[in-house]
């Protein structure tokens, strides 16, 4: 099983930027799809950015999309969510997920439902004030 720990949130004002990072250990993420979700309170955890194994396909939803930016480096055994132009709405406690390991044939599909992801960190609080 692998472990995740989220780092990077805080408080930004509205307009500013933050960047997640998801270190990993236990096992390397090459093999792992993953996704990063937000869960405001009174709201359910929904998917903000996911990423094939490979690297070679990302999702965005569209609340975000333009705005955030996620990437992985396997060598480094991390993923990143790179957020500009926050907006008071973005305030969240943001997870890291990871589905896998994948196949070689799943190596460029990427999941955004919680259920399809069985590891999860413990969250970083971004808020955004306006």
């Known amino acids: 099983q692998v472990q995740l720990v989220e780092s990077g949130g805080g408080l930004v004002q509205a307009g500013g930027s933050l960047r997640l990072s998801c270190a990993a250990s236990g096992r390397t993420l090459s093999t792992y799809a993953m996704g990063w979700f937000r869960q405001a309170p009174g709201k359910e955890r929904q998917c903000v950015a996911a990423?094939?194994?490979?690297?070679?396909?990302?999702y965005y939803a569209d609340t975000v999309k333009g705005r955030f930016t996620i990437s992985r480096d396997n060598t480094k055994n991390t993923v990143d969510l790179q957020m500009i132009s926050l907006k008071p709405e973005d305030t969240a406690v943001y997870y890291c997920?990871?589905?896998?390991?994948?196949?070689?044939?799943?190596?460029?599909?990427?999941?955004?439902?919680?259920?399809?992801?069985?590891?999860w960190g413990q969250g970083t609080q971004v808020t955004v004030s306006s």
């Open positions: 990423i094939s194994s490979n690297g070679g396909t990302q």
């Open positions: 997920a990871a589905n896998g390991p994948r196949s070689i044939y799943a190596r460029s599909i990427y999941y955004i439902a919680p259920y399809e992801y069985a590891n």
